[in-house]
């Protein structure tokens, strides 16, 4: 798999650095990417952790620094059983954050089995590794969502997993879906798609009737969106072809955002079908690639000059303020 990162060409100040990142649910990985005993250091949120899976076959995730001496938990560390185990003096962690064994003390402090590294919540779903942040560590406020169901009583097939770093805030990829007048101007679809936009506590759903481009030529389709915060959506492309895009959406920092999608079609569809829906997903991976260039060379205008057509942008961006945390830490 690759992760292509579109690199910044402009020298001009963007205006990204130390903004806010938002709090939820976010995708770090795929579940087939950590196989029983597997350790690895993820670097999200403008900080790090260390994720591992034990026998059991659940994952686990805690802060990198062990507590005792400092050595890095990721780094040369082991699976023990369920726990991780340190590199430097062999201090073992449950997924809470305790220390478990200590193999040359008689006793393990009270404190230290309480709980002394940070915990991340894990959970895996649709194929998917999500841990929930929040700056204050709060517990989730919503549930990672899962996939909808697939029309006709048939089963999505998982048919293309795609990955990109984009050099842009978070916020910026989901706004382009409510941007209305870039989607002639960057994707070449014929006319504005007329749009319904609803939005429901932490979930907003978007669905938008367009010509788009289809591997038949142009012609009416429906695009219907589901976000729920601001990590994860679900997007059914309905034409000739009928695509569900999984998507994540996961800040590594303010300026840069690791994208993954899974694209599904629906199960038993026949080999003309696949053909077209193997084309629509193409169209789906060029009109993202299409996107970058802008996002990575963008500047952050907090008050930009909208004009009629524009599309719910704004509203957009104040249904996202939510997702911030303005309590102080
Ligand atoms: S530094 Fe981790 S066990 Fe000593
Ligand atoms: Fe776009």
Not at 109 to 123: H, T
Not at 126 to 132: G, K, S, T
Not at 239 to 259: E, F, P
Request: charged content about 20%; glycine content about 8%.
């Amino acid at each position: 798999m690759t992760i292509m990162n579109v690199a910044t060409t402009t020298t001009i100040e963007r205006g990204y650095d130390n903004l806010p990142l938002p709090f939820g649910w976010f995708g770090v990985g795929m579940s087939n990417d950590f196989q029983p005993g597997d350790i690895k250091t993820l670097r999200y949120f403008g900080t790090e952790f260390v994720m591992w899976r034990g026998e059991d076959f659940q994952l686990r995730a805690v802060d990198p620094v062990c507590p005792h001496l400092g050595a890095h938990l990721g780094v040369n560390s082991t699976v023990e059983g369920n726990d991780l185990r340190c590199p430097f003096h062999h201090w073992s962690f449950n997924g809470e954050g305790q220390v478990t064994n200590i193999p040359y003390a008689k006793v393990i402090p009270p404190k230290l089995k309480k709980g002394c590294v940070k915990k991340w919540r894990v959970q895996e779903s649709d194929n998917v590794v999500y841990v929930w942040y929040h700056p204050r560590d709060i517990e989730p406020l919503w549930d990672v969502v899962k996939l909808p169901p697939c029309q006709a009583g048939s089963e999505w097939v998982l048919s293309e997993t795609h990955e990109w770093i984009v050099n842009i805030h978070i916020q910026e990829i989901t706004e382009n879906g409510q941007d209305h007048a870039h989607f002639a101007a960057v994707h070449g679809v014929p006319g504005a798609p007329s749009a319904e936009f609803k939005l429901d506590g932490y979930s907003r759903r978007n669905t938008v009737v367009a010509e788009m481009n289809t591997p038949r030529g142009p012609m009416q389709g429906k695009i219907d969106m589901a976000a729920t915060g601001p990590g994860q959506s679900m997007t059914e492309f309905t034409d000739v072809t009928n695509v569900l895009m999984a998507q994540q959406l996961t800040a590594i920092d303010s300026g840069h955002t690791h994208q993954r999608w899974q694209l599904y079609h629906p199960a038993g569809i026949s080999e003309g079908k696949m053909r077209v829906t193997k084309a629509r997903m193409r169209d789906l991976v060029k009109q993202v690639v299409q996107d970058m260039p802008i996002w990575a060379n963008k500047k952050n205008l907090t008050q930009p000059f909208l004009v009629d057509g524009d599309g719910p942008l704004m509203a957009y961006r104040s249904q996202y303020a939510k997702f911030y945390d303005t309590e102080p830490a």
